[in-house]
């Protein structure tokens, strides 16, 4: 039992090197996918992503129902590809996209629901 201790606990220990990699890994991740915020009103979502070093020519957003897809260009100074899920619904001729130094920001309006409820006659 005690030889097997100091092996367990080297074996257990996280590698410094191991550490260093996954940091720089995670780093370079948020570097090449860009940060982001999200706030929430009862109207919209406001989405601001970091995306230095782009201009609007060189992004892509697409819209789809509830999901949110942005990808830069080929050929763009640099990559980012990201995807978010909404709770809601977008209303896409409601809401805006404006990039201002370096910050590309959303307001997604929130699509009203639409009543499906049918009232049928008998006869």
């Known amino acids: 039992m005690f030889l097997a ?8 220990r996280p590698d410094a090197s191991l550490q ?11 570097q090449l996918n860009g940060d982001f915020q999200v706030s929430q009103t009862d109207e919209a979502t406001v989405l601001s992503i970091d995306v230095p070093g782009l201009s609007r020519e060189q992004l892509q ?3 789809e129902d509830n999901m949110v897809h942005l990808h830069s260009v080929e050929g763009a100074p640099r990559q980012v590809r990201r995807s978010w899920e909404l709770p809601h619904e977008i209303d896409v001729p409601a809401s805006s996209a404006k990039l201002d130094l370096g910050v590309l920001t959303l307001t997604l309006q929130r699509r009203k629901p639409v009543d499906k409820t049918v009232t049928l006659n008998i006869q």
């Open 5 to 12: 201790t100091p092996i367990i606990r080297h074996v257990t």
């Open 20 to 30: 260093r990699f996954m940091q720089a890994a995670t780093s370079a991740a948020q």
């Open 61 to 63: 957003l697409r819209i």
